[in-house]
């Protein structure tokens, strides 16, 4: 790996970013829509599938995100450039909703280092850009109407976890899920690495930078050596010491992994948003 390479991190000097969106991977199940289309850039309902979450963010007062890319990551960063904003009038959204601008620094793992880091690689590849907790989400799973609340985030703060996952009912395609519920006396719920009934997990999390970080992950911030690592590892970890709280999310949530799944959303699941 050549040295300038390895130095080179997303450049961002207007703060540090509050939410990232992963939008590197192949998309190899989508072929072959995927072949000249990056997976998060398929259409849903007349948009870009990734582009659900971003107004959502945008509604939800979020001002920076991160999203990571290498298959064909040039088209998203020429979809979207540095700042998104939706197309609402009067600079107002549904119902009177603020609508706010985002502002996009682009993690380019493809260019990097050849390839994606897959999640954790990634996630710890553009640490540095990311706030002290922030928002994780998938940039190809379909879930129109959650709400990236400040509520939530400042709860997950104020709690000293070092993440909090939404939960989904287990779709037919992945009948045994993943982790597991356990409810506390307070009222809140810890997330297990194994328990039943499992749950699969949404893709959706708040998270503290601190969670990848020893004891949980050895790499550091920055990834400089573009190592590739996996997300539920660190996780199940965390779980292990009761660090991981969890909630279900009963919304419409799909993950768009096949053609198949793309068609059944744009005919069938009309959004509640415009």
Known sequence: MPEASMRREPSFGQGRAQ?????AGRGARMRPLTDRCPKPLLEVHGKALMQWPMEALCRSGVAAVVVNTDWLGAQIAGRFGA??????????????ESAGRLRIVYSDEGRDFGGALETAGGIIRALPQ???????LAGDVYAPDFVFSDAAMQGFAASGKLAHIWLVPNPDHHPNGDFGLQESADGSALALAS???RYTYSTIGLY?????????CAIPAGNPHGVRAALA???RAA???GEVSAQHYTGLWVDVGTPERLAQINQRHRPTRP
């Open 19 to 23: 939410a990232m969106i992963l939008a």
């Open 239 to 241: 779980m292990d010491r």
């Open 130 to 136: 990311l706030d002290e907790v922030f928002w994780l």
């Open 233 to 235: 590892p660190i996780l």
């Open 83 to 96: 700042c998104f904003e939706p197309a609402t009038t009067h600079g107002r959204g549904q119902a009177g």
């Open 208 to 216: 503290r930078r601190a969670l990848f970080a020893p004891p949980y």
């Open 195 to 197: 328990a039943d009934p």
